[in-house]
């Protein structure tokens, strides 16, 4: 079995920063795509930002030039650098994981956290 924990979560003014982080453990062989996504209410869940185990990203234009996502493939993290913050980043998020599993499966699962609160607000 595979976990994703996620932490970092808050409550932050307008223009403030939040660094979201999160962490793989269990049967893990290798770990494709990781990403962090978001749903506030009343809207569908979105993508924020994905990052492939070789570094290549990709993110919302609503977050561009804001938020900046890393992984550490060794530790098995994936981090989201959230700066600028404003209301509209008001969402639970979520970290995603593309994981090859032990015992070696032919394709990747798809793995979600269990979402962490981030509230923009003064």
């Known amino acids: 079995q595979v976990q994703l924990v996620e932490s970092g979560g808050g409550l932050v003014q307008p223009g403030g920063s939040l660094r979201l982080s999160c962490a793989a453990s269990?049967?893990?062989?290798?770990?494709?795509?990781m990403g962090w996504y978001r749903k506030a209410p009343g809207k569908q869940r979105e993508l924020v930002a994905d990052i492939t185990n070789t570094g290549s990203t990709n993110y919302a234009d609503s977050v561009k030039g804001r938020f900046t996502i890393s992984r550490d493939n060794a530790k098995k993290t994936v981090n989201l650098q959230m700066n600028n913050l404003r209301p509209d980043d008001t969402a639970v998020y979520y970290c995603?994981?593309?994981?090859?599993?032990?015992?070696?499966?032919?394709?990747?699962?798809?793995?979600w956290g269990q979402g962490t609160q981030v509230t923009v607000s003064s």
């Open positions: 269990g049967s893990i062989f290798s770990i494709n795509d």
């Open positions: 995603k994981a593309d994981v090859y599993t032990i015992p070696l499966t032919p394709r990747a699962y798809v793995y």
